[in-house]
């Protein structure tokens, strides 16, 4: 099969695209193959050896898809060959870069019809990573304000609906020349990060969920009202130490699960959350890609077109 991959940790050029072993299926496995995949900040970080260093290379990294299931692992038996799904690869696997994915079938989902693979493939992680955290970890409620740090970004342009559709007031932060896309998902107060300070602007919210990270992470805790929850999934995997003792900071868990993924896919087909706007590139332009994502100023989703 193609994939794109990486032989050794370094800059994006170390990406490369070429032919790999298919997988094997396992036992409680499906083999997924397909059409598009997405890229996340993780990708790159992971290409940099940002985590801990990777030694079973070539490596495929890429953690969510949409396609059409062509084996079945022993014991699989709420699938069939030809149905089409989408998900977010096991944690610690990855391999979404690649025509063919193997994956436990419990945590896949079927595709819905009225969605684009593009569209699935975009929505997977960043759906699952704000529904875990504006629902499950922040319990967001109707009627509360929430600041979403970072809005132009892949996982806010979810939060930012998601929060919308619960019923809260959403304000959020990203340079003039996104305010009018944050506009069309219904961002109530969008805050210009370079002309405005958001602790002088913002006091007395419910809740955060930033997506920023560095001092962006720390300043946040100031506009919290007493008894306020902060939520960030951009400042490593353990909740960020707080500066006030009267406020709650939490690090989001985002494990894999089918019900959420279910919950995506219904949450989409009644339009209560779109899929972000999409910047597809050819799986072959992995590198080109990663520079773009890796400049931090990318506007939603990049998608990969696989096939
Ligand atoms: N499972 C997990 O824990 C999990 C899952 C997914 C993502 N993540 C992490 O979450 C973070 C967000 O990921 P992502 O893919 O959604 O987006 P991203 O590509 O990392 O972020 C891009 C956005 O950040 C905005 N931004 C940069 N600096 C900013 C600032 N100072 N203030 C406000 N906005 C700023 C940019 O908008 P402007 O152009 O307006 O600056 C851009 O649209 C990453 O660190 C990623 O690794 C974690």
């Known amino acids: 099969m193609k994939a794109a991959f990486f032989r050794k940790h370094g800059g994006p050029e170390v990406m490369e695209y070429g032919d790999i072993a298919d997988p094997v299926v396992l036992p409680g496995q499906v083999i997924v ?34 396609g059409v299931i062509s084996a079945l692992g022993e014991g699989v038996t709420d699938f069939a060959i030809g149905d089409e799904v989408f998900g977010v690869c096991d944690v610690g696997q990855e391999q979404a870069y690649a025509e063919k994915i193997a994956i436990k079938a419990s945590i896949v989902a079927k595709k819905p019809k009225g969605l684009s693979h593009e569209e699935c493939a975009a929505l997977a992680l960043i759906g699952l990573t704000a529904l875990i955290s504006v629902e499950d970890t922040l319990q967001l409620k109707k009627g509360e304000t929430i600041l979403i740090q970072g809005g132009a970004g892949g996982v806010a342009s979810y939060a930012i609906q998601l929060a919308k559709y619960i019923g809260a007031r959403v304000i959020t932060t990203t340079r003039t020349e996104n305010h009018a896309y944050l506009r069309k998902l219904d961002a109530d107060h969008i805050i210009d990060y ?29 506009v919290l009202r007493p008894g306020g929850r902060a939520a960030s999934i951009a400042a490593g995997q353990a909740a960020p130490v707080s500066p006030r003792a009267d406020v709650t900071s939490l690090r989001p868990k985002v494990g894999r699960d089918r019900p959420h993924l279910e919950r995506i896919a219904a949450l989409a087909l009644s339009g209560a959350v779109r899929p972000p706007e999409m910047t597809i590139y050819k799986l072959s332009d992995a590198a080109a890609a990663h520079k773009v994502s890796e400049g931090r100023h990318f506007r939603g989703k990049l998608v990969f077109k696989v096939r």
């Open 33 to 66: 193959d397909s059409p598009a995949a997405s890229g996340n900040g993780a990708d790159w970080k992971v290409r940099k050896g940002s985590y801990a260093p990777i030694t079973d290379l070539p490596y495929i990294p890429g953690r969510d898809f949409s």
């Open 194 to 222: 370079n002309a405005q300070d958001f602790t002088k602007v913002v006091s007395n919210c419910d809740a955060v969920f930033d997506t920023v990270g560095g001092d962006v992470t720390q300043r946040s805790f100031a």
